[in-house]
């Protein structure tokens, strides 16, 4: 396999995957600096989400329009602009402005990136792709918060955003040199409705789960917003049973394994999109931890996801898809789970081997299921699987946090005091549960399903006794 190709891509969505992440600990600094409140720039995080949903369901007509490579290269130069822009802003106005346009770049990188990357792969190398692909969407949230902190603390807040910019230029040269000139394979028309359906749909919900899981506005406005994202979400449904050519082409869900993916998927990554938001509270809030410290201790899981690429083509090529996401789903969610059983007086090293598993096991999942969305759909529909599949990854994500978030204000008002430690164990314990759930989306599939993809073969054994009793 060409593995020069997934790590070009790999850098550029570290890139955005890890900005998405990297304020979170320098809000205070940044809110002081342009005289504003760290709760009411919190407005910043969610407009760069808001943007996210907005733009990454046009981004497979983008890139079928204008070639995904040249639209990926775009991409990163309007990522860069926005970073440039957050770190001149002086007013909260200017700031949130400035991260909805880092958030266009971002929206249409991580789909088109990895359009790319499925176009210019052959099937049987999917997997091991997808591995290196992986590891940006698993190592880059975990590393903002300390990269953040560190760069706050012993520089200015300004180069978190400023740092993006060699490394955009450097992802601009390198896919420049590197990746294929992948063809555009079908010309649509843009779906203008679909785009303003979809936009609002998914923008709506994502904003709604954001505000009630992270308050920088009354609630009220969080509710109603997700309101509006859900009536807008059943108005695209009748748009696109009645549009030749819609946006997100949902009868790909008539794809069972294409289905199976979706669904599962994001069944699990709600509670993966809890961990992140939970465990570095537990540890500062319950541990009595720095923000740098927890940082330090939840980025080994990063190592773990790392490590995971060494076996991943041979693991499921063993196990075959159906195996190895049913049963890894449990497994990954169990890890999830003993989160909840850490306490001040667990040692460092059994938390830190836990986490570092932990890691492996979400990394397998993730690459499986990013790998078995494409390993059925044809290739001239991999531009319309794209935005279904980073949508539902992002909506799924946002509602993750706001899940966690929810479960911590009924607990502590169950007990009517701050945070304990006992309401993160609940939260964990909770969003486990959730994340099991992925195992009866994988259960339905059948055996051999992506089997050009995972290589792997369950009939070879039964062929010599049917022909036998023949």
Not at 8 to 13: D, E, H, N, Q
Not at 91 to 109: E, P
Not at 134 to 157: D, E, K, R, S
Not at 348 to 376: C, D, K, M, P, Q
Request: with cysteine; proline share 6%; net charge positive.
């Amino acid at each position: 396999m060409n593995r020069i190709v997934p790590l070009v891509l790999a850098i550029a969505l570290f890139m955005e995957q890890m900005d998405s992440t990297v304020i979170s600990t320098s809000l205070p600094a940044i809110a002081a600096d342009i005289g504003t409140s760290p709760i009411a720039l919190k407005l910043a995080l969610t407009a760069y989400l808001v943007s996210l949903a907005v733009f990454i369901p046009v981004s497979g007509w983008m890139a079928d329009r204008f070639g995904a490579k040249n639209v990926f290269r775009a991409a990163i130069v309007v990522f860069v602009l926005g970073s440039i822009a957050c770190a001149v802003s002086n007013s909260l106005l200017a700031f949130v402005v400035s991260r909805f346009v880092q958030g266009v770049g971002g929206a249409m990188m991580t789909p088109v990136g990895r359009l790319v990357l499925v176009r210019s792969t052959p099937r049987s190398e999917l997997v091991g792709a997808m591995a290196w692909l992986t590891v940006p969407a698993l190592v880059g949230p975990l590393l903002g918060p300390p990269i953040g902190g560190f760069l706050t603390t012993y520089f200015t807040w300004h180069w978190i955003f400023l740092i993006n910019v060699p490394i955009g230029l450097a992802g601009i040269w390198f896919a420049t040199r590197y990746l294929p000139d992948v063809e555009t394979l079908i010309q649509r028309k843009l779906d203008v409705t679909g785009f303003f359906l979809s936009g609002i749909a998914a923008s709506g919900v994502v904003f709604g789960l954001s505000v009630v899981s992270l308050p920088a506005l009354p609630a009220w406005v969080g509710f109603s917003t997700l309101a509006i994202g859900i009536v807008s979400t059943v108005l695209y449904l009748i748009h696109a049973k009645r549009t030749p050519e819609p946006l997100l082409a949902l009868d790909l869900f008539k794809n069972p394994v294409f289905r199976a993916s979706i669904v599962g998927g994001s069944l699990f990554r709600i509670g993966v999109g809890a961990t992140p938001f939970l465990l570095p509270l537990m540890f500062q809030i319950g541990f009595g931890m720095t923000p740098f410290q927890s940082g330090l201790i939840t980025f080994v899981s990063a190592a773990g996801a790392i490590g995971m690429k060494l076996v991943t083509t041979w693991f499921f090529r063993k196990t075959g898809f159906r195996n190895a996401l049913m049963y890894g789903s449990l497994v990954a969610a169990s890890f999830i789970a003993m989160n909840g059983f850490f306490t001040p007086e667990t040692p460092t090293a059994i938390i830190i081997v836990l986490l570092l598993v932990a890691g492996f096991f979400r990394s397998l999942f993730f690459t499986g299921t990013n790998a078995l969305g494409y390993a059925e759909v044809p290739n001239e529909q991999t531009s319309l699987a794209t935005p279904i599949a980073s949508v539902a990854q992002q909506i799924s994500i946002a509602l993750g946090v706001a899940v966690a978030g929810g479960i911590l204000e009924v607990t502590t008002s169950m007990h009517g005091g701050p945070l304990q430690l006992s309401d993160f164990h609940t939260a964990f314990f909770l969003v486990a549960a959730v994340s099991s759930l992925a195992f009866f989306s994988f259960v339905r599939m059948k055996p051999d399903a992506g089997a050009e993809v995972s290589g792997h073969r369950v009939t070879a054994q039964a062929t010599p006794v049917e022909e036998t009793v023949a």
